[in-house]
């Protein structure tokens, strides 16, 4: 991966978790949502990406710098897990509760998913000024550290 490519990459990967801020803010405000974020860090866009290419990210950026990167995905991830489990856990009811809407989620429940949302935003805040410091990393290194 050159220099240029694994900046694009560290950028989608920013735009891609604020697309899924936007989709999670959009199914905290009712609206359906067909296709819901990846549960998992190795599951989304970011993760697939950042989990292939980890030997030449550990190479370029250092260790360190890869398990910053990483700690910050994962926070992500499991503070996420409490809003799919709100919205999208598919609970065994029986044929009459599925008719009469008893999946729907209540008011304490959507309270508690915009108390998760606020941590998400953090997390969210702090994954990009780690992507953020990444680049500028990268953008100081000399073009032959890369392939």
């Known amino acids: 991966m050159t220099k240029l490519e694994m ?12 697309a899924q801020m936007d989709k999670i803010k959009a199914v905290i405000a009712g609206k359906e ?9 190795m ?18 950026l250092g260790l360190q710098f890869f ?3 990483d700690r ?10 409490s809003i799919y489990e709100i919205y999208f856990k598919e ?3 029986g044929f009459f509760a599925k008719f009469l809407g008893a999946n ?10 915009k108390l998760y949302f606020l941590e998400l935003q953090k997390d969210t805040e702090e994954l ?11 953008s100081a290194l000399n073009d032959s550290k890369f392939v």
């Open 104 to 113: 729907k989620v209540d008011d304490l429940q959507k309270d508690k998913a």
């Open 91 to 93: 609970e065994k009811k």
């Open 33 to 41: 949502i067909k296709h819901p974020t990846a549960l998992g860090k």
């Open 7 to 18: 900046l694009e990459a560290i950028e989608n990967a920013k735009q891609v978790h604020l």
């Open 128 to 138: 990009l000024l780690v992507s953020d410091a990444a680049k500028r990393r990268i």
């Open 43 to 60: 599951e989304c866009a970011c993760g697939i990406w950042f989990y292939s290419n980890a030997q030449q990210i550990k190479s370029v």
């Open 67 to 69: 398990e910053r990167l």
């Open 72 to 81: 910050s995905h994962e926070n992500w991830h499991r503070d996420y897990v």
